[in-house]
């Protein structure tokens, strides 16, 4: 699933080594939380794992692509085995939720025949039933990030990457997403969730991987109890 072995990452821009000695290891069908300081090499490790950024040294493999011999143009395969989750939604603000949602489907190729069976269920998964008509405006901070999850899992990704996903949500919505990843988790998705919401980690009983300084300093259940977050 997701293997990462002694990776050193430097940005060249401006010298700054965001990584390093990091070694990661996240098997199918886990539920893990990254957490860790602004500025500790979390949105790194996102853009390592999807292609985004390539690391100076070490392994890295996902999902059975080795990202640190993979050809540019074999990056949209490796992706459509990702489903990414932003803390800021990213939905096109024209389009329907429906259209949002089938519009993920239409870029990798989907007929219009899996498009109206897929869509309609993952929508009906995240709890949207019956707002397949309205536009992201209409719905409430919580709605939408549900319409960013269900445009993630519609392609059925291997894994979901959600960065913040609660980030701009209240202590309610922000369990209520929580706890439809970990749904989704248990429907067979692997997650990997960066967050720095101490509550909602606690909340639930899931592993724990600590960063800071680009190293690796906890893993484990327990992880996050160890460790304050700023």
């Known amino acids: 699933m997701v293997q990462m072995n002694d ?15 990091v070694d990661l290891e ?18 790194t490790i ?20 080795d990202l640190r011999r993979i050809k540019r143009r074999k990056l949209p395969q490796l992706r459509r085995t990702l489903g990414v989750i932003f803390q800021d ?11 949002n949602v089938a519009f993920a489907m239409r870029v990798v190729g989907a007929s219009g025949r899996a498009i109206s069976e897929r869509v309609p269920y993952v929508l009906e998964l995240v709890g949207l ?9 209409e719905l409430s901070g919580g ?22 996903p609660t980030g701009n ?19 067979g998705t692997t997650v990997l969730v960066v967050t720095h919401e101490k509550e909602l980690v606690n909340a639930f009983s899931k592993r724990v991987v600590a ?20």
């Open 129 to 137: 039933k019956g707002r397949e008509k309205r536009h992201p405006k």
């Open 169 to 187: 949500l209240d202590p309610v919505r922000s369990l209520e997403i929580m706890l439809l990843l970990e749904k989704i988790n248990e429907l």
């Open 46 to 65: 996102i853009k390592l794992l999807t292609g985004e950024v390539q690391a100076k040294q070490g392994e890295i493999s996902v999902n059975g692509f």
């Open 143 to 164: 709605e939408q990030q549900r319409v960013a999850i269900a445009r993630a899992l519609v392609n059925s990704p291997r894994m979901i990457i959600a960065d913040e």
């Open 7 to 21: 990776v050193r990452m430097v940005y060249d821009s401006s010298g700054t080594e965001a990584l390093n000695d």
């Open 26 to 43: 996240i098997n199918e069908g886990e539920f893990v939380f990254l957490v860790g300081p602004s500025g500790s090499g979390k949105t």
């Open 211 to 230: 960063i800071d300084g680009g190293h690796i300093i906890s893993d484990g259940m327990d992880g996050y109890y160890s460790y304050e977050i700023e």
């Open 89 to 99: 939604f990213r939905l096109i603000d024209k389009m329907t939720v429906y259209e």
